[in-house]
């Protein structure tokens, strides 16, 4: 599992140093924790890293979904799924 690695600083430095928290985000794969009074208020983080998140995120809510259905015994053969799939791309075909 990835860990990524955390580091906090105030609002200020969001708008006194940009860049420097930006390269910090990108180079050292880590989230920046933006506080305001003294408490978390947003997270930076490397576009990439959202990317990768986000599509961790995505994995997971379709596993869910899957484990639901097989718990509600919404489930069916493989060979009929896969038949089911060609039928279906053989239509798209035409």
Known sequence: MLTLQE????SADLRNHYNEISKQCRENREAVIITVNGRGDTVS???????????RIELFE???EGEDDV???????????FDDLRTM??????
């Open 89 to 94: 791309l053989q239509e798209g075909e035409s």
């Open 7 to 10: 580091s906090i600083r105030p």
């Open 71 to 81: 718990k509600k015994g919404r489930v069916a053969p493989v060979t009929e799924t």
């Open 45 to 55: 983080l490397a576009y990439e890293e959202y990317k990768r998140m986000k599509a």
């Open 62 to 64: 379709v596993l869910a």
